[in-house]
Antibody, heavy 122, light 110 residues
Framework: QVQLVESGGGVVQPGRSLRLSCAASGFTFSLYGMHWVRQAPGKELQWVAVISYDGSNIHYAESVKGRFTISRDNSKNTLYLQMNSLRPEDTAVYYC???????????????WGQGTLVTVSS | QSALTQPASVSGSPGQSITISCTGTSSDVGNYNLVSWYQQHPGTAPKLMISEGSKRPSGVSNRFSGSKSGNTASLTISGLQAEDEADYYCCSYAGSLTWVFGGGTKLTVL
């Protein structure tokens, strides 16, 4: 069965950096694009970034563009989110999610991890 | 990338049907057949209930159905059950590899 396990969250000061990881299993990771989606405490879901199955196509939400970097290592079945210049408004649970369709087809998230909490505070 | 518009809350009694709307624009909901719906119980990850406007993933009850008209998508839940009480989010492709979620709707089963 599909399993996604995020890690790397924690408390960080404004302006600092953090790297999240998402370990994938139960499916052929190298065939599927992946999303990062976040949810501030008590708030709605917010799409953050997407990466294609081979890492060749990447896109970000405007709110994180230039500060966050999504990447993947298909040899390790792992997705990453490097977050720089963190702001208090980046405080949220960060979910990694698998694309519903394999290959280069645009597709929404289907399976989600349990999330990792990032708190940006001095 | 403005969030899609959903009602903040809806409610219904067991056995009844409810519909949650999701209004976007001609740049997202109205332009692509890529609206999905997610159910989220407190403290848990979202679960995909409907994709591509009206397709139910394997294992999702046929009490859940989706549709779209113009810039508005809808999720209908028939035969409401207590376990349907949750937050529901719509999501749409918005072009240029970007996606947008709705503000979420809290469903209360009376």
């Amino acid at each position: 069965q599909v399993q996604l396990v995020e890690s790397g969250g924690g408390v960080v000061q404004p302006g600092r950096s953090l790297r999240l990881s998402c370990a994938a299993s139960g499916f052929t990771f190298s065939l599927y694009g992946m999303h990062w989606v976040r949810q501030a405490p008590g708030k709605e879901l917010q799409w953050v970034a997407v990466i294609s199955y081979d890492g060749s196509n990447i896109h970000y939400a405007e709110s994180v563009k230039g500060r966050f970097t999504i990447s993947r290592d298909n040899s390790k079945n792992t997705l990453y989110l490097q977050m720089n210049s963190l702001r208090p408004e980046d405080t949220a649970v960060y979910y990694c999610a698998k694309k519903k369709e394999e290959g280069g087809v645009e597709a929404p998230p289907d399976y989600w991890g349990q999330g990792t909490l990032v708190t940006v505070s001095s | 990338q403005s969030a899609l518009t959903q009602p903040a809350s809806v409610s219904g009694s067991p056995g009844q049907s409810i519909t949650i709307s999701c209004t976007g624009t001609s740049s997202d909901v109205g332009n692509y057949n890529l609206v999905s719906w997610y159910q989220q119980h407190p403290g848990t990850a979202p679960k995909l209930m409907i994709s591509e406007g009206s397709k139910r993933p394997s294992g999702v009850s046929n009490r859940f159905s989706g549709s779209k008209s113009g810039n508005t998508a809808s999720l209908t839940i028939s035969g409401l059950q207590a376990e349907d009480e949750a937050d529901y989010y719509c999501c749409s492709y918005a072009g240029s590899l970007t996606w947008v979620f709705g503000g979420g709707t809290k469903l209360t089963v009376l």
